[in-house]
T-cell receptor
Framework: AQSVTQLGSHVSVSEGALVLLRCNYSSSVPPYLFWYVQYPNQGLQLLLKYTSAATLVKGINGFEAEFKKSETSFHLTKPSAHMSDAAEYFC???????????FGAGTRLFVKA | KAGVTQTPRYLIKTRGQQVTLSCSPI?????VSWYQQTPGQGLQFLFEYFSETQRNKGNFPGRFSGRQFSNSRSEMNVSTLELGDSALYLC????????????FGPGTRLTVL
């Protein structure tokens, strides 16, 4: 079975500060991992994905994530937060039996001026 | 390419009624998944269709059903609506591989009074 845990339902940072959103996964097979972002009243948009190539994955809007198998983690980072980064972020895992993608509970990012 | 479209965007129904939501995937995508998003439960998987066949189903009661047509367009139906069915219903499409990233529509906001 697969699962995703996102630590912290809410994260608040100051503009210009480091963004770190945590995601831990569980998977019985090599996983595909994703980060999605959701802005108010919109659907989810893919930020980046890991598919067993490079462990450091770069995405859109300056975000990146590092796959660490030993820690079963896939944390999302951005060196300098911008006001426009305020949104909800979802970590997701797919693979294994069936064709489901499992989403984490989401982390809402607040950016203070 | 046009993105995933969902109709209607907003819907208000009363308890006991039924509702049908529609989703048109990205051209060429054969997999369509449906999710229910609520503040309390987060993003929950409803079902996934591929080539007109339901390939996976989440833990929802039988009041929730869906189908996919030969052109990959999909509909979901909720019968005997309950107050707790108020949610944002998201549709996502992907190419035929089960581990692909998903492309989300803007969602249908259903309010049950």
């Amino acid at each position: 079975a697969q699962s995703v845990t996102q630590l912290g339902s809410h994260v608040s940072v100051s503009e210009g500060a480091l963004v770190l959103l945590r995601c831990n996964y569980s998977s019985s097979v090599p996983p595909y991992l994703f980060w999605y972002v959701q802005y108010p009243n919109q659907g989810l948009q893919l930020l980046l994905k890991y598919t067993s190539a490079a462990t450091l994955v770069k995405g859109i809007n300056g975000f990146e994530a590092e796959f660490k198998k030993s820690e079963t983690s896939f944390h999302l980072t951005k060196p300098s937060a911008h006001m426009s980064d305020a949104a909800e972020y979802f970590c997701a895992v797919s693979g294994g039996g069936g064709f489901k993608t499992i989403f984490g509970a989401g982390t809402r990012l607040f950016v203070k001026a | 390419k046009a993105g995933v479209t969902q109709t209607p965007r907003y819907l208000i129904k009363t308890r006991g009624q039924q509702v049908t939501l529609s989703c048109s995937p990205i051209s060429g995508h054969r997999s369509v998944s449906w999710y229910q998003q609520t503040p309390g439960q987060g993003l929950q998987f409803l079902f996934e269709y591929f080539s007109e066949t339901q390939r996976n189903k989440g833990n929802f009661p039988g009041r929730f059903s869906g189908r996919q047509f030969s052109n990959s367009r999909s509909e979901m139906n909720v019968s005997t609506l309950e107050l707790g069915d108020s949610a944002l219903y998201l549709c996502a499409s992907s190419p035929d591989r089960g581990r692909d990233e998903q492309f989300f529509g803007p969602g249908t906001r259903l309010t049950v009074l």
